[in-house]
C-alpha cells in the first residue's frame, strides 16, 4: 500500500540554525498536508500543496511539492523554541478521504 | 470552545475490559476520522465518516473495535476486550469536506483519548 516516509526521524539544532525534513511518497499524491504536534499535544494543520512544483511560505516556513508530486519538504530559517515539536506530512489514500502520515521529524532546540 | 473535543482524555483499563470513547466535531464539519497514534509514529487512520454513514476501516481496526456515529454529529470509538497492545492515543479529527476532489479539507484533531491497558 501507500506509504509515506519522513527523513530525518530526529533532529537537534541550535537555536538561530535552519532545519529542514523530508517527506517522500512511494505513490503520487494529489496533494500533500503537513502538521505540527507540539509535545503532549494533538496534530495542528499548518499547510496544504496541490500543484506539481508548489512552494508556499508562511513567515520562517517554507513548503514544497516536487515535481512528480512524490516528495515534499519543510524548511524553517533561523528555528526559535516555539518550533519545537514533531512536524509530519501526510497524503491523501486513493480516493478516500483518509491521510496516511509519515513517522513525523521530531525537533528539539538548544536555546 | 468550537474545536473538537474528546473524552475521556485518559482511560486506564485492565486487559479484557471494554472501552468507549466519544468524539465531538466541530459543528458544520461532516465528515469525521478516528486515528490511532503510538509513541514515536505518526496517527494511523482507523475509520472515517461522512455524516452517519462509515465510509470507511481500516484492516487495522479488528472485530474488537466498533464506531458509530448515529446522528451524523458525535461519534463513539467502542474497543472490547482490550489488549495490551490497544495501549496508545486514539485521535479525533474532523473535516467541512468538499466535492472537489483535489480540494482536500484540512483536518482538525481534538486533543486525543490515551488509553493505557494493564
Known amino acids: 500500500g501507500q506509504q509515506v516516509m519522513q527523513i530525518p526521524q530526529y533532529q537537534h539544532v541550535q537555536e538561530g540554525e535552519d532545519f529542514t525534513t523530508y517527506c517522500n511518497s512511494s505513490t503520487t499524491l494529489s496533494n500533500i498536508q503537513w502538521y505540527k504536534q507540539r509535545p503532549g499535544g494533538h496534530p495542528v494543520f499548518l499547510i496544504q500543496?496541490?500543484?506539481?512544483?508548489e512552494v508556499k511560505k508562511q513567515k520562517r516556513l517554507t513548503f514544497q511539492f516536487g515535481e512528480a508530486k512524490k516528495n515534499s519538504s519543510l524548511h524553517i530559517t533561523a528555528t526559535q523554541t516555539t518550533d519545537v515539536g514533531t512536524y509530519f506530512c501526510a497524503g491523501p489514500r486513493g480516493g478516500a478521504q483518509k491521510l496516511v502520515f509519515g513517522q513525523g521529524t521530531r525537533l528539539t532546540i538548544n536555546p | 470552545d468550537t474545536g473538537v473535543s474528546q473524552d475521556p482524555r485518559h482511560k486506564i483499563t485492565k486487559r479484557g475490559q471494554n472501552v468507549t470513547f466519544r468524539c465531538d466535531p466541530i459543528?458544520?464539519?461532516?465528515?469525521l476520522y478516528w486515528y490511532r497514534q503510538t509513541l514515536g509514529q505518526g496517527p494511523e487512520f482507523l475509520t472515517y465518516?461522512?455524516?452517519?454513514?462509515?465510509?470507511?476501516k481500516s484492516r487495522l481496526l479488528s472485530d474488537r473495535f466498533s464506531a458509530e456515529r448515529p446522528k451524523g454529529s458525535f461519534s463513539t470509538l467502542e474497543i472490547q476486550r482490550t489488549e495490551q497492545g490497544d495501549s496508545a492515543m486514539y485521535l479525533c479529527?474532523?473535516?467541512?469536506?468538499?466535492?472537489?476532489?483535489?480540494?482536500?479539507?484540512?483536518?482538525?484533531f481534538g486533543p486525543g483519548t490515551r488509553l493505557t491497558v494493564l
Open positions: 500543496l496541490v500543484k506539481s512544483g
Open positions: 465518516f461522512q455524516n452517519e454513514a462509515q465510509l470507511e
Open positions: 479529527a474532523s473535516s467541512a469536506g468538499t466535492p472537489i476532489a483535489a480540494q482536500y479539507n484540512e483536518q482538525f
Open positions: 459543528s458544520e464539519h461532516n465528515r
